[in-house]
């Protein structure tokens, strides 16, 4: 970075003496201001957390057909963005609805700063457009929910009871040949345990069909559950860091964090940052960086 302002702020001379063109000073300007801006976005991520990759929920919400389609749109969007910025995406779980989209789904992005860049997704998500499923063609508002935890790797210790835990197994659907459908290689896992420092109880339910072997899915939701108790410990030390500083913020799973509208007009409005795109296509398309960048610059610091 240094060189780089360094040569920029040479170039100017160089114009002037025709030893370089104001297009090579605009082209070197540009290169420059993007690597500044992606550093002190790297900056924002320095949580012990953020260098994790990400566990993603996506849980369709009010609205019917028209939320369980919006889910699965969901679910194409953080795909392709994953995709786009190199990370290997991979479905854990996933429940299709009765006639169309989803009912829910578990992701993992493996790779560095997944969580860190994708907790700027949790909370819930709401569209509005005209709606293919409503006969008059009606506009519709409808949500769903997005929700994200740090992949924990084995660097992390995570202490679980295993009389906490209790197992089921069950038939897979999906495509996968015959020996899905005949085989139990499904899991639940049903964590039913007590806060240490509060008692008060903690439950989780996960279910895991990502692979043909009920041994490696009954690994696969262990390590959801270790994720997903890690985050509520590291929201539980916030709430404290907050409560210590005297501007505690309220933690809300029903608030509305983002808005994306393409009836009457087409716009995709951060509420928390005030950052918005008219180009609705390419942000369900997987461009979420400048939603993310304004997040971070944002709240990173703070977190």
Same mark, same amino acid.
């Given at each position: 970075m240094e060189s780089l302002v360094d040569d920029l702020q040479l170039m100017p001379d160089f114009v002037r003496e025709g030893l370089s063109s104001e297009e090579e000073l605009e082209k070197h300007y540009r290169i420059a201001l993007e690597k500044v801006e992606n550093l002190e976005m790297r900056n924002m991520?320095?949580? =012990?957390?953020? +260098? &994790? $990759?990400?566990? *993603? =929920?996506?849980? @369709? $919400?009010?609205? $019917?057909?028209? @939320? &369980? =389609? !919006?889910? @699965?749109? &969901?679910?194409? *969007?953080?795909?392709? !963005?994953?995709?786009?910025? $190199?990370?290997? #995406?991979? #479905?854990? =779980?996933?429940?299709d609805g009765d006639e169309v989209g989803i009912k829910s789904a578990t992701l993992e992005f493996e790779g560095e700063y997944g969580y860190g860049y994708l907790k700027s997704e949790n909370g819930i998500h709401r569209l509005v457009r005209l709606s293919p499923f409503n006969a008059n063609n009606k506009r519709q508002t409808t949500f769903a929910s997005v929700f994200v935890s740090p992949a924990v790797d084995d660097t992390i210790e995570i202490t679980i009871n295993p009389a906490d835990i209790q197992w089921d197994t069950y038939r897979s659907s999906g495509a996968g040949g015959q020996n899905v459908n005949k085989v139990e290689t499904g899991v639940r896992l049903r964590y039913s345990g007590k806060d240490p420092d509060t008692g008060e109880p903690v439950e989780f339910l996960i279910e895991n069909t990502e692979t043909r072997s009920q041994l490696m899915n009954r690994e696969n939701a262990l390590r959801i559950l270790k994720s997903k108790l890690y985050q509520r410990e590291l929201e539980k030390r +916030? #709430?404290?860091?907050?409560?210590?500083e005297g501007q505690k913020k309220k933690i809300e799973w029903g608030s509305q964090i983002r808005s994306y509208t393409l009836h009457p007009y087409k716009l995709v409005k951060d509420h928390r940052t005030g950052f918005e795109s008219s180009d609705t296509a390419a942000v369900l398309d997987g461009d979420l960086d400048g939603f993310i960048k304004s997040y971070l610059m944002e709240f990173g610091a703070e977190e």
């Open positions: 991520l320095r949580g =012990d957390e953020d +260098r &994790l $990759g990400a566990i *993603m =929920d996506i849980n @369709s $919400g009010a609205g $019917g057909t028209e @939320s &369980l =389609d !919006w889910a @699965s749109m &969901l679910l194409r *969007m953080y795909t392709r !963005w994953g995709e786009e910025n $190199g990370y290997k #995406v991979k #479905v854990l =779980d996933i429940h +916030r #709430v404290l860091q907050n409560q210590l």
